[in-house]
Nanobody, 115 residues
């Protein structure tokens, strides 16, 4: 199982980024995927989750209305569209998938929101 995040970078407040999580090594379309983030000095927190077929999504209150999680099962990829970014969104963003009772994680991608 491999999860690889990409798309992070430096963006100004109010800007947008789209993160991608490319998966391999398992039947991607059978599993839910989650995005987490960890800011410096803080605990990792759940940002968004999407069901295996994409029909159900959930968001942390702090990102509702600004972030959108989606997936393309044909491409084995999950996306996190982040709009109206705030400095407090600065963090390393990770994708995670529970596969056969084990949680797998990517190495993360850094998002920095700063002017």
């Amino acid at each position: 199982v491999q999860l690889v995040e990409s798309g992070g970078g430096l963006v100004q407040p109010g800007g947008s980024l789209r993160l991608s999580c490319a998966a391999s090594g398992f039947t991607f379309s059978s599993y839910a995927v989650k995005w987490y983030r960890q800011a410096p000095g803080k605990e990792r927190e759940l940002v968004a989750a999407i069901s295996s077929d994409g029909g159900s999504t959930n968001y942390a209150d702090s990102v509702k209305g600004r972030f959108t999680i989606s997936r393309d099962n044909a491409k084995n990829t999950v996306y996190l569209q982040m709009n109206s970014l705030k400095p407090e969104d600065t963090a390393v963003y990770y994708c995670s998938a529970p596969v056969q009772f084990m949680d797998y994680w990517g190495k993360g991608t850094l998002v920095t929101v700063s002017s």
